[in-house]
DNA sequence: CGTATTTAGCCTTTTTCGAGAGCAATTTTC
DNA sequence: GAAAATTGCTCTCGAAAAAGGCTAAATACG
């Protein structure tokens, strides 16, 4: 499952890319709109911020906006940002690779097989949802 | 990520499929050879004997053995024994369905529709990958 | 300049996972 | 029936996740 931290960081982009240039959001206006816990959703977006896909202004007339457009945020990097990899087994992750510990041979590893195919069957759906696909299919779903 | 418990569990029920309806397997003898944390195998082989997955037998000439057919184990069973649902988001969970908290409209989020997508890919990849079929592929991959 | 607003950083608490120690219970064998 | 072999059970410990509290820093506005 994904962290708390994932899920919140997710609904929190797909309500500033809703907002897309309109200038900056208050962090208390996210945390109630999307009820999310307010002092970790503080430490959510900083988190957004040091990645370089959201920015912030302090002060009145402060809060944070996305700085990336929201066509070029997509789920897999969110969610490899929170909680690192995708994948189920460290030996099949993309940008983490590790060998499992306990494993005797990966070449003939048949548990490896089944875990590559799903993380890239995963991979693939989550590169193509981005926060604007997202957006799109909710318009696509009230309008019915 | 798979917890280590749900890992070392299909790597034991793997190891237990090769030698099916050949006697009871020492725990130590998998252990060993699996390169598992005895301890930690020990509360995982009770959990899959609980399960009704293996069985075991004390004293000498003891250990564990399975008791299901090798093709009617999969790896959604198994991780979803030992880590719970396999989905991302509890909301689109098949077994342990539960709504996101902090949901607002769960008809139109598109985040759902797309991790609805990813369990569906996901869950049919794991279920017909049987300890059979995952011994074939080994197999077939120390054959080339 | 000073005050209100808003983000930024640090420290504490509670729960769960991974691992191991130690002892108890059961079965076989002699 | 005693001893050896093996599984079964209960604690404990450290690390990470999910919060929440409190104070500091920066900015805008009158």
């Known amino acids: 499952m994904l962290s708390k931290k994932a899920k919140y960081a997710i609904n929190a982009l797909v309500h500033l890319a809703k907002q897309y240039e309109k200038g900056p959001i208050l962090i208390s206006d996210i945390s109630e709109q999307e009820n999310i816990p307010?002092?970790?959703?503080?430490s959510i977006l900083l988190d957004l911020k040091n990645a370089g896909i959201l920015s912030s202004k302090k002060g009145r007339g402060g809060g944070y906006y996305l700085i990336k457009a929201p066509e070029e945020v997509n789920l897999a990097d969110v969610m490899r940002l929170f909680d690192g990899p995708i994948a189920?087994?460290?030996?099949?992750?993309?940008?983490?690779?590790?060998r499992c510990e306990e494993c005797i041979d990966e070449a003939t590893c048949g548990i490896r097989q089944v875990f590559y195919e799903v993380r890239n069957e995963t991979v693939e759906i989550l590169k193509r949802s981005s926060l604007a696909a997202i957006?799109?299919?909710?318009?696509?779903?009230?309008?019915?």
Chains 1, 2 share one sequence.
Do not use: G
């Open 38 to 42: 307010q002092k970790f959703l503080e």
């Open 88 to 98: 189920f087994l460290p030996c099949v992750t993309y940008k983490y690779y590790e």
């Open 135 to 144: 957006i799109k299919k909710e318009q696509l779903l009230s309008d019915q």
